[in-house]
């Protein structure tokens, strides 16, 4: 069959039928035919000729909309500029920061690949992080997401990748991701990224007992009174030494370990004679 277009139709939403926001940065469509729209005051979805919106009061962690990218189970993955990521399962928001372990609060854009990793570009660079982690997360049934960074030591000729408008990363038909920067385009092939390495040894450099430095292979007992502790220890990588996070534990003390990221000191106020 055949037919003909007499007039084009065009219809123009704004802040006026419910939009967020009329400087709009990202259009996604999800596969029940609506439309997404990241805007600079929160997102929008696009229905049926109806608007719905979600802003801070409805636990959006960043107006700022710039990345939107819906997994197979259906669950919506938010991208902010400041707030980290978001996820959104039906009307319920989930906001995942770099204090929760996410490798920063610039998310520009969102890709995954076929092992269920989300891959995202900020300031910082381009970081990876399992979407099973932030499930788990979200869920309550952890505390902290491991997150990996990759930036000027890992071949990036600059770390920023914050692109404002989308697409701000593009996946080919090889599984490679590609992403925009000023001083040229970034690609990573997300099958060959280093993954699944072995943690690392970890060495005791040093304690400190109330301000006395201890070597940490020989006995130590401390006096009567409050004592102060510091534990300095590393790493043993020299493949990735600026990915390694550390936990921590004080058995007696710690009821749960402590997430210490990057920081290689674990330090413990006055403690009580056992």
Do not use: M
Not at 233 to 240: M, Q, W
């Amino acid at each position: 069959s055949s037919g003909r277009v007499e007039r084009a139709r065009r219809t123009a939403y704004d802040t006026s039928d419910g939009l967020a926001h009329n400087s709009v940065r990202t259009i996604y469509q999800t596969r029940d035919g609506a439309l997404w729209l990241g805007t600079l005051g929160g997102l929008s979805r696009l229905s049926a000729g109806r608007v719905t919106t979600f802003g801070a009061a409805d636990g959006l962690s960043s107006l700022h909309v710039r990345a939107i990218h819906e997994d197979d189970d259906g669950n919506l993955w938010i991208g902010t500029y400041g707030g980290g990521l978001n996820l959104l399962r039906g009307d319920s928001l989930v906001a995942i920061r770099q204090r929760d372990g996410l490798a920063e609060d610039v998310v520009s854009s969102i890709l995954e690949d076929d092992a269920g990793r989300l891959w995202t570009s900020g300031n910082l660079g381009i970081a990876r992080v399992d979407r099973a982690d932030l499930l788990q997360f979200a869920n309550g049934a952890i505390r902290r997401v491991r997150s990996v960074l990759y930036g000027a030591n890992d071949g990036l000729q600059l770390a920023e990748t914050n692109g404002g408008f989308q697409p701000a990363a593009w996946e080919d038909r090889h599984g490679r991701f590609w992403y925009p920067t000023v001083r040229g385009i970034a690609v990573i092939d997300p099958d060959r990224a280093r993954t699944g390495d072995p943690p690392p040894d970890v060495s005791v450099e040093q304690v400190i007992v109330n301000g006395e430095a201890r070597a940490p292979g020989e006995a130590i007992v401390a006096g009567p009174g409050r004592t102060n502790l510091e534990f300095r220890y590393a790493g043993l990588s020299l493949s990735a030494p600026r990915h390694l996070t550390f936990r921590y534990r004080l058995g007696g003390f710690d009821h749960e370990g402590v997430e210490a990221g990057g920081r290689r000191v674990a330090y413990y106020p006055p403690l009580a004679a056992a």
